[in-house]
């Protein structure tokens, strides 16, 4: 039977704490920070400058989006109705317009109007030209009200998240959603983009500043956002394996015990 003398267990034990220590220590500065490529600011002197960031392109509006759609007028119209400076001819009920199959939605006096694939300043060019059949010098006012983005995962808020503006980045949807704590990865952030009859996946590195230059840098109403768990929030989740690691670690630690008792004899 094999002894070991005191020094050598109690070098073991300290070995064995060591490497349970390295085990649990399994979350990095370099996976926590955001663009951790970027120098600290104790060794540079002037800014850093990334050059080719993505530029923005105004989303353009889809099926299933929902309009705000305002007309101002201080004219009569064509049904004689009289009207004075401060009259508001309104197309905006609280549910907003529905953007059609076909990419249309319906206003009063106006019609349908064909607005899918239109940008929101294209969009109410082409209301105030089709308004002004009905109104004088008509003020026109179209924004998307339902722009939301969509959070899944390890992140501190979950569902759907609307912004009242159509230029948002991924940065802005992360904080707004509570940032990603410290048990997700900010490494492997997926977006899920849907494109007509297409889905498309983009995984970002949130530790890279080679984000400012992917195209997909700036979301689209509806994207999806997934921040996957790291692996020891997944553990730590899953009561089984919690409760199988405690049990084998005191077996572990009683039968080295036992061990170190009769080694020492």
């Known amino acids: 039977m094999f002894r070991f003398s005191k020094q050598s267990l109690i070098g073991f034990l300290f070995a064995s704490m060591f490497i349970i220590w390295g085990f649990s220590s399994c979350v990095t500065p370099k996976r926590v920070i955001y663009f951790n490529d970027i120098k600290d600011s104790s060794q540079v002197n002037k800014p850093y400058t990334i050059e080719n960031v993505t530029k923005y392109v105004t989303p353009v509006i889809q099926s299933n989006d929902i309009l705000m ?3 101002l007028t201080s004219a009569q119209n064509e049904t004689n109705t009289p009207t004075n400076p401060s009259t508001k001819a309104t197309f905006d009920p609280l549910s907003g317009y529905l953007v059609d199959k076909n990419g249309n939605i319906e206003l009063s006096l106006i019609g349908f109007v064909k607005v899918a694939g239109l940008t929101t300043a294209e969009a109410r060019e082409l209301v105030k030209e089709k308004a002004k059949e009905f ?3 008509p003020v026109v006012n179209v924004r998307i009200a339902n722009f939301d983005v969509y959070f899944l995962g390890e992140i501190l808020v979950h569902g759907p998240i609307s912004f009242p503006s159509e230029k948002v980045n991924i940065l802005e949807a992360l904080a707004s959603a509570g940032d990603i704590p410290l048990t997700g990865k900010k490494s492997n952030v997926l977006l899920i983009r849907t ?3 297409q889905k498309k996946l983009v995984r970002f590195d949130m530790n890279s500043s080679e984000i400012f230059k992917s ?3 700036y979301l689209k109403q509806r994207d999806i956002i997934y921040v ?3 692996k020891y929030r997944i553990q730590s989740s899953d009561n089984r394996i919690s409760r199988n690691i405690a ?4 077996i572990l630690s009683f039968a080295t015990l036992v061990l170190a008792f009769r080694n020492i004899k």
């Open 69 to 71: 759609v305002t007309v």
């Open 135 to 137: 109104y004088k010098e």
């Open 247 to 250: 049990i084998i670690s005191s």
């Open 195 to 197: 494109e007509g009859d």
């Open 228 to 230: 996957e768990p790291t």
């Open 215 to 217: 195209p997909y840098f």
